[in-house]
């Protein structure tokens, strides 16, 4: 079975810098897409990373220039770096991964369970 398992969440000040990490497990045959997304209490689940087609990144413009995300495909890993946190990025961040198993085609979509970001003013 396929499991995502995030870390690197924390309490940080206004300004400070956390890096996420997303961590599968499994049979994995190959990690085709990947994303990060993010939900605060009262709020709907929001995209803030997510792959292109062409091999790129796209990003809502609440964090366009402050988030990066990345990948060690060969770890089956994927990061999120924040720089510049702001108060109203605090919430409950998840990994999404696109994944083929092995000896399986196409793929489905696995979530990871969350790690909290708080950042305090």
């Known amino acids: 079975q396929v499991q995502l398992v995030e870390s690197g969440g924390g309490l940080v000040q206004a300004g400070g810098s956390l890096r996420l990490s997303c961590t599968a497990s499994g049979s994995i045959f190959s990690i085709n897409a990947m994303g990060w997304y993010r939900q605060a209490p009262g709020k709907e689940r929001e995209l803030v990373a997510g792959?292109?087609?062409?091999?790129?990144?796209n990003y809502p413009d609440s964090v366009r220039g402050r988030f990066t995300t990345s990948g060690d495909y060969a770890k089956n890993t994927m990061y999120l770096q924040m720089n510049n946190l702001k108060p109203e990025d605090t919430a409950v961040y998840y990994c999404?991964?696109?994944?083929?198993?092995?000896?399986?085609?196409?793929?489905?979509?696995?979530w990871g369970r969350g790690t909290q970001v708080t950042v305090s003013s």
């Open positions: 792959t292109t087609s062409s091999g790129g990144a």
């Open positions: 999404v991964a696109h994944i083929t198993e092995t000896g399986a085609g196409g793929g489905n979509n696995y």
